[in-house]
Structure formats: C-alpha cells, structure tokens
C-alpha cells in the first residue's frame, strides 16, 4: 500500500520569496498586496502539484525564542522586516486558511523546529514528508521518509541530492554548518572555512568530532583558526540543530485534523476583491466575467446595459441600413477582423462598427470555412460601397490601434481617414505603465469581459486563423471589440481632459500614429549582397574565434552550451565563482565573463565569438529572411504604446538595438540603402538629454556652457578638475563624459568608481565637485526624488506622465533603481516628446512641400530619411531647423546632420 504523505510548506521562506520576487503591487486603497499574491500563487501551486494527504504551512511566530536565550546576538544582524510586508501577514494568514490549509506558527520556537517535529511524528505514523523551504539548515532532516522541494528552482533533495548539493550527508550538515557558520542567523563558523574545506575535512574525518580529535593535524593558519573555533561548537551546535520534539498542541498531533480542507470560497471572494486580484477572484469563482471591486466601480463608468443587441450583416438591406446609421452618427466604433497579425501580410476578413453602448454590427467577408461563403456579403461590392466613408476625413471613427486598421485597410487598398480617437493611445497616456489591450482596458475601465482570441481561435500548433471562426463566434467576439471600443473612449476621454498634460500628449500621440504609419508602410530598402557578405565574413571570423578559445580550453566543446562553458571555465581552467544562477550553477553571463574578461583571455575571447554571433544571426543572416516580396523592403512595426518613458520600440525587425559601438554592428547599417535616385539622410539630436537637464534644472552654469556653445564634456571637466577649458585632457574629457551621462541615469559613486577604474572615494569626489559647480542639478534631484515619493509619478517638460510603480513602499535595491528611474525619466521622456513633435514637424513640412523625400526609420533620438537627389538641398537646409524649433527650452536645440549612399555614411 502506498504512504500517505504530509507536506511542509515554511511558511516563512515562502513570504519574504514572494515579498521580493513580486512587483510593488497595491489595491485601490494604497494597501500594498504583492506578497499576498505571491503567496497565494505558490501555495494553490504546490497544494495542487503534490496534492498531499496532509498539508501544514509553517511561519515563525514574533518574540524571541530558545536560541535567542542561548546567544544574544542570535539573528542579531538581521534587518526589521519591511513596513510593506508586516502589514500584509494578517491578510496572509487569513487567506491561507481560507485556501484550505492548516497554519501554525508558534512562539518560542522557529518554524524549522515545528517543520522537524511534524516530520518526525510522521515518521512514527510511517507517513512520507516533502518539505518546501529554500532553508539549507532543514537538508539535516533529509533521511529516507523525508525529501526537501524548492520550488523557485525545481530543486527536489533527497540523501544523495543532499550529498551532491552540498558534499557532505545530511547526517553531516549540522556539523557542516558549525564550519562554515550560518551568516544569515549571525551564527559564527571556524574563521576562512568556506563550504568546499567543510565538506572535504568531513568527507576525510567523517565528523566533527573526529576532526577535534585529530586537530593537531591540520597546518597553517587555517588549522590554528578551527583549533581556536572549538570551544564555541558547543554553543553552535545547539543554536544549528533543529528540535524534533516541540511541545505542540494535541490538534497539530493527529493527522486527521491535518487533512487538506475545502477552499472557503465565500472568504476567498471578499479577500481577493479587496485585494484587486482579477484572475484569482474568476478562478475561485469559477466566473468569467468577475471583476475586482476596485476595477468594477470607477467614477466615470458607463452602465452597463441589461442586454446588448449584436448583428451580423449578411444582406444588401442590412449594409444599406448599417452604412445610413454609420453615416449620420456623431462617433462610430470600427474594428477590423484579419487573417494575420502582420500589418503588410493582414488581409480583412470582417468589419465591426458601434454607434451606441451594447449595439454592434459585425459585416463578415471573408470567412472561409466550409458553407460560410454564401452566407456573406461580396468582399469587392462591399468595401467599395463603404470606401467613402472609410476614406472620409470627417471626425468619427474611434478604434483601438488605429495604426494596425490603417494597414489593413490599405492593404485593401482603402485609405483610412477621419479617426477621432484611438482608446489604446489614450490609456497609454492615462497610464503608461499597464497593458493597454483591449481585453485589458474593458476589465480595467468597465468590468467587462467579453470571449478572448484564444476562446475562438485555440493557441499553439492547433490554432486557427479568424477567417476559419464560425460566423456566430465570430459575430460576438467582434461585435465587443466595437462596443467595447465606443464605451472606453466615453470612460477615457474626461479622465484626459481631466488634465492639460493629459490632453497635450493625448494630442501629440495622434498626430504621431499616422507618421508611424507612412514610415512602416514605405519600408526600408537593403542590400541583400551586402548582407550575405557580412555574413559569411562573420562566420569566417567566429571560426578564427572558435579556434583560438579550444586552444585556451585545452579542447573542444560547444561555445553556446552553459553548462559545457562552465564546465571549462571553472572545473577545467579553475577560474573563480563569481556568481551563480538560480540553480546555483556559476554563472556564464555577460556580466560575470566581463569582469572575468578583466583579468583571463578565455572569458573575452567569449564574449567577442557571441558579439559576433548576435550580429549574425540577430541582423545579417535574419535581415534578408525578412523582406516583404510585395515591396522588396523591410516594414518594421513601431510600438507607440509600449514604453514607459514615451519612446517607442521596433519590432520584426527591431532597428533600434542595432549595435553601434562594434565595428560589425556599424557595418549593417552600411546595408541600409535608398533606391535609385535618393539616398540616406541622418538627422540626431545633439546631447539631448543633457540639454532637457540643462532646462529642468534651471542650473545656469549648465545653461550657459550650451547657451555658448561649448563642448559641454570639455566644460563639465574644467569645471571638475579645476582647469582652463584648454587645458582639458582627453582623459578628463572622457571622465566628465561619463559623469554627465551617468547622474542623470541616477549613477552613484560605486558606479561610477566601476566605470571610470578608480576607488569609491575618488569617484565621491568627483560627483562632490560636480553637483558644487551645478548645484541647480543636485537640488533637482533631490525635488525629484521627493516628489516621485509623494505621488508615484513624475512628468516630462510638456505634461507626460511617468507612473513609478515601485517608488512607493520599496525597500534596498528596489527603492534605489526606482529613484533612479525617477531622476532620468523626465529627461527621457521629455527626449521621447521632442522626437515625436519633430517627426510630426517633419511629416507635415513634406508633404505641405509635396516632396518625394521621406521618413523611414526612428532610432532614439535619430530620424532617417530617404531623400531625393534633387531634394537633397532644401531637406539638408529645413532638417536640422524643423527639428530645433519643435520647442523654446532654456537651452537650444541642436540636430546634426549628415548624408551619404547608406546609413552607416549617413550616421
């Protein structure tokens, strides 16, 4: 017969895991809540993958316990546990119980002596224990009826995992852990033990105390260090080994009360609507449509309606009808239906429009499934009927994403016009920071959920496009694209006029789409010989690479293997550990080889074989595999709402990360050509950001180094070091250089100290004379930092709002990338508004000037154009001034420009 089994969860393990894996999450009311999710998530998990006969989740009670009567400074080291997470242990506790489980948590002992005893009465009872911790100390309980899982690695340990773990048995741990001493608990070990001389001494001596017998054998310093150690082992043994005989009450003792109880479904409900938690709260209500209280209730909600009324249009008299109401209506909701994601590939499969709250049509025409043909409207007959009113400039039509429509539209041969507004464009403006789809947007801004992609198309190698969706399906998914859309732009448009930055960013945004969309639509021209040369010159040079690193490594492996790298790294060559993955395996990362890279040739030899490798398979191998047959052109897609600080990002393929600082990054762009009769042109704005901290700030000696001109690193060093500005060096140059760049990135003197290869306290000074000579620049910071405090959010010069999530309630390293992010995010995304003004300045002086020139990349703070010939004069001369004049800063705006037959010449 087969052992029951009792599962341990340590509790306490679990909640600071959560606590620091989990984003700074809160309800509608400032509770923060992110450890209770997390919490929440890993318990239903784990219930759910073992489901165990007997279940108990284990915390350490607040007050000082045995050990702590033992050794004073017992966990003396420890930091308070965080204000945000204390406050979530009560809610945690309750929700627990309601998810089914019994909690313990016991004063005068710690969780690890409750998990031993329970373990050890199992034992009795021969049931099998699993325990959940990430606690090394607990491996001293693992023997034949008891196993460890940590779940955040996967890591499963019974006696012989122990052994490999940790070279040593379990049976063996508690002395282990006498060597080596425990840092986190404050308790000491023997003096420059680490954990491979613990485990090689035992594995020699067996125990500790054979190793006291025979102490007189060990030599140096090292020997002298464990002979001092042995007068504390008496104390360190009892301060390290787990108490398997708690006074627990009678209840805890007889499994049956430990049996795993029945979700309190009706308590789960109240807990996860008062937490926000949505897809929690439709899980355990098994409701589809649930929706938190703080997303349900908004001021400016809609009401939802009793019932909806959705059409599909399958006859002359119904388009005739739809196309009148349309027509004479002051806004309409359209959404397009496609056979593909891909804006140049997408072909229409169906329209759907909304004129009211919970009415829709849904014109399907091209559903290609058996017998749906000629139950549809002909796709030609239809859309030139309502081409007129698709290509109608009148003020209308709202969609979400108009971008994306406009595509496919054209892709149909239709140019969109008259969109009065696009709801992604404005919840990104709202709330740059959270998802903007549609299903995202109807359950946060109107508690509604309608049927998801994956409900009618499936997911994965079985999906199917939605020309194959049966038409009532169909019909309803489009139908609540359409309504949804109407309703959110009601919801959305008081909360953006709500507040001038709102409704200018709103503004500037929807000028900004339709650039976007010319820009994606026109492409990029390549040379695909080109490519292939760099190609093959790359693989020629990562064969060079290649036998140079089996050299050094004394054999061959495979370079992109992990575990063969570190493998040879640090078993074969020896190279120090300098940090490990989650899985405790040393790290081969970028970060951790360049530091090595400092210092051994086998480490850089790497990174510059996967320099090459990236630039291979990621731009010259993959560029060509990606020209659009209809156009022989590159079209990327420019997210508009994707990044926090207003930029925007490309994708498939993406042009922004091409690399610049190595030579075969520079030379892809050589592989961006015009056609025949134009050529390249680069305008980028000079040191923007330094400029928009020069305007923010208000320091005038900031201001008046650019107001003159001046090299403002140059100026910047002799305001450092205390020399002329003739005097400056390229070496102080450089450092100023990265002072310059690296404050308003939030860089602190151990960054900069790496950075610039001096000590800390010279790196202090330098930020010291810095902020004497720019004070304005020091007490801007410090406002920002104080203000990002007070309302989670700071702005750009011209009222975009950032959203800082993790500002508020963050603790250590969060809360420092945090304030961070805060200083350099109005530099970035006042950056991000000038760039977006001067493409709408540029677009809109194109085509007033009827040129055939025209924008066909973005890149940062770079706008590249592809010119013609004839043209180029008058371009070159309006450029750089379009660009200047899109805004009267403190300082002045400056855009360089340069040409040549591609974009590498040109930049």
């Not at 430990?258 to 308590?267: D, H, I, M, Y």
């Not at 330094?690 to 180094?705: E, F, P």
Request: aromatic share 8%; glycine share 6%.
């Amino acid at each position: 017969m087969k052992n029951k089994t009792l599962l341990l969860v340590d509790g306490s393990s679990y909640l600071y895991r959560s606590y620091y894996a989990m984003p700074n999450l809160r309800n509608q009311s400032g509770e923060p809540t992110g450890a209770i999710y997390g919490m929440v998530k890993m318990m239903r998990k784990i219930s759910q993958e073992f489901n165990p006969d007997y279940m108990v989740c284990i915390f350490d009670a607040p007050g000082k316990t045995f050990r702590d009567e033992l050794y004073p400074d017992y966990k003396a080291q420890r930091p308070p546990m965080p204000d945000d997470l204390r406050v979530q242990i009560a809610p945690i506790y309750e929700t627990i119980e309601a998810l089914g489980w019994t909690l313990i948590a016991q004063e005068g002992v710690e969780a690890d002596d409750i998990i031993a005893t329970l373990a050890e009465i199992a034992r009795q009872n021969d049931v099998k224990t699993i325990i959940s911790t990430g606690d090394k100390d607990i491996a001293q309980l693992v023997n034949e009826h008891i196993s460890l899982i940590n779940t955040m690695t996967d890591e499963r340990l019974d006696r012989e995992g122990v052994k490999h773990k940790f070279g040593v048995y379990p049976e063996q741990i508690i002395d282990f852990l006498m060597l080596v001493g425990d840092k986190v608990d404050n308790v000491p070990g023997v003096e420059k033990v680490g954990e491979k001389t613990a485990a090689k001494w035992l594995e020699q001596y067996g125990s500790l105390d054979n190793l006291i017998q025979q102490a007189d054998k060990l030599t140096g310093k090292i020997g002298e260090n464990f002979r001092q150690a042995i007068p504390q082992f008496a104390l360190t043994r009892q301060l390290i080994t787990i108490k398997k005989d708690c006074e627990l009450p009678e209840t805890y003792r007889q499994f049956d009360q430990l049996v795993p109880k029945a979700e309190n479904q009706e308590k789960l409900i109240e807990l996860f609507n008062r937490f926000g938690f949505k897809t929690l709260l439709r899980e355990v209500s098994g409701d589809k449509d649930a929706i938190p209280t703080e997303y349900a209730h908004q001021d400016t909600l809609p009401e939802i309606p009793k019932e909806v009324h959705y059409s599909m249009v399958t006859t002359p008299e119904a388009l005739m009808m739809c196309l009148t109401k349309i027509q004479e209506a002051d806004s309409v909701a359209f959404d397009t239906e496609t056979n593909s994601l891909e804006p140049m590939k997408a072909r229409l499969v169906g329209l759907s429009l909304s004129i009211a709250v919970g009415q829709a049509w849904y014109i399907p025409l091209a559903h290609n499934s058996a017998g749906l043909l000629d139950e549809q409207l002909d796709k030609t007959q239809t859309l030139d009927l309502l081409k007129p009113w698709l290509e109608s400039d009148k003020p209308q039509k709202i969609l979400q994403n108009a971008k994306f429509d406009a595509h496919v539209l054209a892709n149909e041969g239709i140019s969109l016009g008259g969109v009065k507004h696009d709801t992604m464009l404005m919840a990104y403006v709202l709330a740059s920071n959270k998802k903007v789809s549609l299903e995202e947007l109807a359950s946060r801004y109107l508690g509604r959920k309608g049927l998801s992609f994956e409900e009618i198309c499936g997911k994965g190698a079985s999906a199917i496009t939605f020309d194959q969706v049966p038409l009532d399906k169909a019909t309803q998914y489009a139908c609540e694209d359409a309504d949804f859309t109407f309703q959110l732009a009601q919801v959305l448009l008081p909360k953006i006029e709500a507040y001038e930055g709102f409704k200018t960013i709103y503004a500037l945004e929807m000028q900004v789409w339709p650039v976007l969309y010319q820009m994606e639509r026109v492409g990029v021209k390549l040379d695909e010989q080109e490519l292939k040369q760099q190609s093959d010159d790359l693989g020629k040079a990562m064969m060079a690479l290649e036998e140079k690193i089996y050299t050094l490594a004394e054999q061959p492996f495979n370079i992109n293997s992990p575990k063969q790298l570190g493998e040879v790294l640090y078993e074969r060559l020896k190279l120090p550990i300098l940090s490990k993955t989650n899985s405790g395996a040393p790290s081969t990362d970028e970060d951790t080889l360049t530091k090595l890279a400092a210092d051994y040739p086998l480490p850089a030899l790497i990174l510059a074989y996967r320099s090459l490798a990236k630039v291979k398979s990621t731009y010259t191998d993959k560029l060509p595999r990606m020209i659009f047959s209809g156009t022989g052109r590159v079209h990327t897609n420019y997210a508009q709402a994707a990044v926090v600080t207003g930029r925007l990002s490309s994708s498939d393929p993406n042009l922004q990360n091409i690399p610049v600082r190595t030579e075969e990054g520079r030379r892809v762009r050589k592989a961006f050509i015009a056609q025949e009769g134009f050529h390249i042109m680069s305008a980028d704005y000079s040191q923007i950001e330094l400029r928009v901290m020069a305007h923010i700030s208000g320091d005038a000696n900031l201001q008046k180094a650019f107001a003159e001109g001046k090299d403002i690193h140059r100026a910047t060093a002799a305001e450092v070091f205390g020399v002329n500005l003739e005097e400056v060096s390229a070496e102080q140059r450089r450092a100023a250089k990265v002072i310059n760049f690296g404050l308003i990135y939030g860089m602190g003197a151990f960054g900069l100290a790496s950075n610039l290869g001096i000590s800390r306290e010279a790196a202090q000074n330098y930020i010291n004379r810095y902020f004497s000579r720019y004070p304005s620049v020091a007490e801007y910071m410090e406002s920002t930092r104080s203000k990002a405090h007070d309302q989670g959010y700071v702005e750009t010069v011209f009222g975009r709002r950032l959203w800082l999530p993790e500002i508020q309630g963050a603790k250590g390293p969060r809360k420092a990338a945090a304030e961070r992010a805060a200083i350099n995010a109005p530099m970035q995304g006042t950056a991000a508004d000038l760039i977006k003004k001067a493409m709408v300045a540029v677009q809109h002086w194109l085509r007033e000037q009827k040129l055939a020139s025209r924008m066909i990349m973005q890149v940062h703070d770079e706008l590249v154009l592809e010119v013609k010939n004839e043209e180029a004069d008058r371009v070159r001369e309006y450029l750089p001034r379009l660009m200047s004049e899109v805004a009267q800063l403190a300082v002045p705006l400056e855009a360089e420009v340069g040409e040549g037959d591609n974009w590498e010449q040109a930049h």
